[in-house]
Structures are given as structure tokens and as C-alpha cells.
């Protein structure tokens, strides 16, 4: 049985938002997902919380093309605040996007633990809550 994880879904696909709530809720009805738009919008949840550790995610699934702060700019904002922390977020990059640059740049963020490809299956999502 895995224990209850705090999710960050940050993407602005509604659809994908919708999904990976449903799919990350019928594994593990004790998982807390909160959705995000862009990466603006979880920055600015965070700069507001980080001294709360019940309120920073234990996985966050990151979009990297989104409209205002991307994915991108919003690992460059964040990285800095969230390596001090006590508490270890993972951040998975999902996106539709199988360019080889973004895969290698992904990669240079300590706290990114993966690049995922949409669609994502059942499986993957099983996994990545297992981790």
C-alpha cells in the first residue's frame, strides 16, 4: 500500500488535467491532487507556502510549453528555493514534446527525476507514485 502523496499537476490542458486526476485518484484515493495552469500560478503558490512543508507537493508533474511562465522558467525560478528544503520534490516533465534538446535539458535540474511523453498510461502513473 503506498502512503498518501500531495500532487502537483501543472499543465494547461484541461483534458490532461482532468485525466491524471482521475487516473492518480482511482491508484490512490489518499492522494491530493491540485491543479495548476501555468507555471506562474505554482511558483506563486509556493513562494506563498514553502515555509508550510504540509503544503509543498511531494511530486509535481510539470508541462514544459504553457502560456505566461513555462515549464522552464518556472524550474528556473524554483530550483533555488526548493533545494533547501527538508522535504524532497520530485518533478516529472510531461509533455508532448519528444525533442531530443528538452529531454537533455530536463536533465540538467536536480530535482527533476524524469521526462515522460503524453500520453501517459496507467502504468507510468503507478510507477511514478510508487517511487
Do not use: C
Not at 502537483?8 to 487516473?23: C, G, M, P
Request: hydrophobic share 40%.
Amino acid at each position: 500500500m503506498m502512503s498518501a502523496r500531495f500532487i502537483f499537476v501543472v499543465d494547461d490542458d484541461q483534458i490532461y488535467q482532468f485525466t491524471a486526476n482521475k487516473v492518480i485518484t482511482s491508484i490512490s484515493p489518499d492522494h491530493t491532487v491540485k491543479i495548476f495552469n501555468d507555471g506562474k500560478e505554482v511558483y506563486d503558490y509556493l513562494t506563498e507556502h514553502i515555509a508550510e512543508e504540509n503544503n509543498i507537493p511531494d511530486i509535481i508533474l510539470l508541462d514544459i510549453n504553457m502560456p505566461e511562465m513555462d515549464g522552464w522558467s518556472f524550474l528556473d525560478a524554483i530550483v533555488p528555493k526548493l533545494v533547501n528544503l527538508h522535504k524532497q520534490v520530485a518533478v516529472y516533465i510531461v509533455s508532448s514534446s519528444i525533442d531530443h534538446r528538452d529531454i537533455a535539458k530536463s536533465k540538467t535540474y536536480p530535482i527533476v527525476r524524469d521526462y515522460l511523453v503524453k500520453p501517459l498510461k496507467k502504468e507510468v502513473y503507478l510507477r511514478l507514485l510508487q517511487e
